[in-house]
């Protein structure tokens, strides 16, 4: 039985912002799969399971949705079965979380919806977000079906 994942990606940025990042600046022909979510990130590229949100940031999480607050101050409630968060060198979540996560293998201890990539992880190096996510991706697939992701990395 094959899994489909949906998508949702939570992006600080605007799509200005979002332009130029190292990302955009990176060889198609060498980083074909990074390209191709670039331009899904900057709307031009699409995939059925795949839902950009540009300049925003999840304001808070309960068992049942992740609320994101948008750029234009408006609220959206988004249902989910597991947060990834990837953060690059800073973090924006004192709001979000009472107390700060653990991640144990990515994964949350205290919560096993939640996942965790990047400085927030523990990961300080770019070599090592690759496998962070590959892992997370990994328990996903196992046996979740939605996700809703908040990158202040912009990868």
Known sequence: MSTILHLVHVIRRNLRELRNV????????????????YRMMI????????????????????????????GA?????MPYSTVAVCIGRESHFS???ETPP?????????DDTLYGVGAYAGDHFVRFLVGGCLRVAQHIYAGQTTVCINNNNKI
């Not at 101050?73 to 409630?77: G, N, T």
């Not at 653990?102 to 205290?110: A, K, M, N, V």
């Open 73 to 77: 101050q408006e609220i959206i409630e």
């Open 102 to 110: 653990t991640f144990l293998d990515y994964r949350s201890p205290e």
């Open 43 to 70: 709307g031009r590229s699409a995939h059925k399971n795949y839902q950009r949100i540009l300049d925003a940031q999840i304001s808070s999480i309960s068992k049942i949705h992740a609320e994101i607050t948008t």
């Open 95 to 97: 709001t979000v979380f």
């Open 22 to 37: 190292m990302l955009s600046r990176l060889s198609p022909i060498h980083y074909s799969e990074y390209t191709e979510v």
